[in-house]
Antibody
């Protein structure tokens, strides 16, 4: 079935970087955009950006433009999200999620979600 | 950024009740609105997109309506599995933004 499987939880120190992976299965990897969304403890959802797995093109929320890099590896059907210069405020669950539109038509909703990756920033 | 404001923040209801959650956008979002259900320690689940289109497989007791800046999610007869937190999301203008969530709890 269609599935997104994310990497394991991470604990990082302030100032470090973290790279979270999201492996797709059950569908054509290059056929759909992937979004990244995060959720701080007890808080709501925050959209970070998307990546086009076919072209590698990205769109990032302005607040993350200087700290987030999204990449793709079609050979393993995996997308990556790297967040640099971590602060305590980056402690959150990070989700990848599939856009249901075909690759040439980004819809904006998110129909398949990964299980989430907990990133804890602690000194 | 477009602000999405949900009301109420918490809603207490009983099984069988009709429940309505409102989501207001700070500017028109042209019906580019989705609703999600999230249960504790789980990823969100898409219920409705384009304001009123029910995702395949979602029970018909869920419905969405509205246009412009005001939208509603209605659960016609609340079921035990529906106790959860609900989020709206606009995808009209970057950055896409979510409401703060509405927690539906057992009365």
């Amino acid at each position: 079935q269609v599935q997104l499987l994310q990497s394991a939880a991470e604990v990082k120190k302030p100032g470090a970087s973290v790279k979270v992976s999201c492996k797709a299965s059950g569908y054509t990897f290059t056929g759909y955009h992937i979004h990244w969304v995060r959720q701080a403890p007890g808080e709501g959802l925050e959209w970070m950006g998307w990546i086009n797995p076919k072209s590698g093109g990205t769109m990032l929320a302005q607040k993350f433009e200087d700290r987030v890099t999204m990449t793709t590896d079609a050979s393993t059907s995996t997308v990556y999200m790297e967040l640099s210069r971590l602060t305590f405020d980056d402690t959150a669950v990070y989700y990848c999620a599939r856009d249901p539109g075909q690759i040439v038509v980004l819809l904006g909703s998110m129909d398949v979600w990964g299980q989430g990756t907990t990133v804890t920033v602690s000194s | 950024d477009i602000q999405m404001t949900q009301s109420p923040s918490t809603l207490s209801a009983s099984v069988g009740d009709r429940v309505t959650i409102t989501c207001r956008a700070s500017q028109s979002i042209n019906n580019w609105l989705a609703w999600y259900q999230q249960k504790p320690e789980k990823a969100p689940n898409l219920l409705i997109y384009k304001a009123s289109t029910l995702r395949s497989g979602v029970p018909s007791r869920f419905s969405g309506s509205g246009s412009g800046t005001e939208f509603t999610l209605t659960i016609s007869s609340l079921q035990p599995d529906d106790f959860a937190t609900y989020y709206c999301q606009q995808y009209d203008t970057y950055p896409w933004t979510f409401g703060q969530g509405t927690r539906v709890e057992i009365k």
